[in-house]
Antibody
Framework: EVQLVESGGGLVQPGRSLRLSCRTSGFKFGDYAMTWYRQAPGKGLEWVGFIRAKTYGATTEYGPSVSGRFAISGDYSRGVAYLQMNNLQIDDTAMYYC???????WGQGTLVTVSS | EIVLTQSPGTLSLSPGERATLSCRASQTINTRFLGWFQQRPGQAPRLLIYGTSNRTTGIPDRFRGSGSGTDFTLTITRLEPEDFAVYYCQQYGNSPWTFGQGTKVEVK
């Protein structure tokens, strides 16, 4: 059974950093792309970015609102995907979800609140 | 960036009725890269349809996706109580990937 479990969210001040983790099980982590999405309170879905499968070089792409500030990586020995978020802004407040490929399976999400 | 516009914003229907949700793109989308998600209150979204018309494993056949070019449709042939939720279309063929703003299907 595929399982995705996010962690690492919390309250952070503007300008600070936070790293989210997505622990995976039930599939071979390096064989699939992993995508992060977010959803601000009461709002719609937004694509954050993805990391390609290891076979495709584990390269990454990002949405325009996070490009240059966020970075996705993976620990292939532990089956964990990471979302490193730097220079966080108020507008980054959202529930963050990791997903398998483009959204075949989803975690339960982890809430990030950016506030002074 | 491809803009997806969903209509209507809210659909008020009764159980057993047919729901037709529209998703219009600002430019042509490869049908391989158009999907639909369902989100119930307090839950993570779940993928219903990928590649315009393919149901994800476990999704009932009352959910049907269709379309091409810039116009795509999700049809729920007979609404069940658990189908009242918000639905999002998404294109994942061009970067940045984008979502429509959502259609809420509510109980009339």
């Amino acid at each position: 059974e595929v399982q995705l479990v996010e962690s690492g969210g919390g309250l952070v001040q503007p300008g600070r950093s936070l790293r989210l983790s997505c622990r995976t099980s039930g599939f071979k982590f390096g064989d699939y792309a992993m995508t992060w999405y977010r959803q601000a309170p009461g709002k719609g879905l937004e694509w954050v970015g993805f990391i390609r499968a290891k076979t495709y070089g584990a390269t990454t792409e990002y949405g325009p609102s996070v490009s240059g500030r966020f970075a996705i990586s993976g620990d292939y020995s532990r089956g964990v995907a990471y979302l490193q978020m730097n220079n966080l802004q108020i507008d980054d407040t959202a529930m963050y979800y990791c997903t398998l490929v483009h959204g075949i399976y989803w975690g339960q999400g982890t809430l990030v609140t950016v506030s002074s | 960036e491809i803009v997806l516009t969903q209509s209507p914003g809210t659909l008020s229907l009764s159980p057993g009725e047919r729901a037709t949700l529209s998703c219009r793109a600002s430019q042509t989308i490869n049908t391989r890269f158009l999907g639909w998600f369902q989100q119930r209150p307090g839950q993570a979204p779940r993928l219903l349809i990928y590649g315009t018309s393919n149901r994800t494993t476990g999704i009932p056949d009352r959910f049907r996706g269709s379309g091409s070019g810039t116009d795509f449709t999700l049809t729920i042939t007979r609404l069940e109580p658990e189908d009242f939720a918000v639905y999002y279309c998404q294109q994942y063929g061009n970067s940045p990937w984008t979502f429509g703003q959502g259609t809420k299907v509510e109980v009339k």
